[in-house]
Antibody
Framework: QVQLVQSGAEVKKPGASVKVSCKASGYTFTDYYIHWVRQAPGQGLEWVGWINPNSGKTNFAQKFQGRVTMTRDTSISTAYMDLSRLRSDDTAVYYC???????????WGQGTLVTVSS | QSALTQPASVSGSPGQSITISCTGTSSDIGGYNYVSWYQQHPGKAPKLMIYEVSNRPSGVPDRFSGSKSGNTASLTISGLQAEDEADYYCSSYTSTSTLGVFGTGTKVTVL
């Protein structure tokens, strides 16, 4: 069965960086895009961006340009999201999700809480 | 990219039917049949309930149905059950961004 398993919760200070991992299993990793979506406490869903695990091509929401990097290691079917220069308003649960097609997300990771606090 | 507009809350009694609306523009909902709906229970990850306007993934009960008219998509839950109490988000492909757009979210309460 398809599973996306994310790394554990992180606590970071403002200005630091965080790297969240997303390990895929149950399907061919390079056949489906991986998206990253975040949800601030009590708020709605916000798209961060996506990575094509086959080519490594990425695309990010404009508000994260210059601060986010997405990579993958196909040998271990794992995608990564790196967010730098963290601010308090980056505190959120970050989800990875597999794209079925046309930006529709059919499987989601369990989420990783990133807390930014001094 | 502006979020799609959903009602903040919808409620119904067990066994009733409720409908959640999701309003966008001709650049997203009105222009494409790539509308999806997600259910999210507190502290849990979103779950895909409907894709491509009206298709249900395997395992989703047939009491969940989706439709679209013009720039508005709708999710209907028939025979409401206690376990349906959750937040629901719509999403759509959009021509104005290389990413999709989510709705504002609707809290469904089972009375």
């Amino acid at each position: 069965q398809v599973q996306l398993v994310q790394s554990g919760a992180e606590v970071k200070k403002p200005g630091a960086s965080v790297k969240v991992s997303c390990k895929a299993s149950g399907y061919t990793f390079t056949d489906y895009y991986i998206h990253w979506v975040r949800q601030a406490p009590g708020q709605g869903l916000e798209w961060v961006g996506w990575i094509n695990p086959n080519s490594g091509k990425t695309n990010f929401a404009q508000k994260f340009q210059g601060r986010v990097t997405m990579t993958r290691d196909t040998s271990i079917s794992t995608a990564y999201m790196d967010l730098s220069r963290l601010r308090s308003d980056d505190t959120a649960v970050y989800y990875c999700a597999r794209e079925l097609r046309w930006l529709q997300l059919d499987y989601w990771g369990q989420g990783t809480l990133v807390t930014v606090s001094s | 990219q502006s979020a799609l507009t959903q009602p903040a809350s919808v409620s119904g009694s067990p066994g009733q039917s409720i409908t959640i609306s999701c309003t966008g523009t001709s650049s997203d909902i009105g222009g494409y049949n790539y509308v999806s709906w997600y259910q999210q229970h507190p502290g849990k990850a979103p779950k895909l309930m409907i894709y491509e306007v009206s298709n249900r993934p395997s395992g989703v009960p047939d009491r969940f149905s989706g439709s679209k008219s013009g720039n508005t998509a709708s999710l209907t839950i028939s025979g409401l059950q206690a376990e349906d109490e959750a937040d629901y988000y719509c999403s759509s492909y959009t021509s104005t961004s290389t990413l999709g757009v989510f709705g504002t979210g609707t809290k469904v309460t089972v009375l």
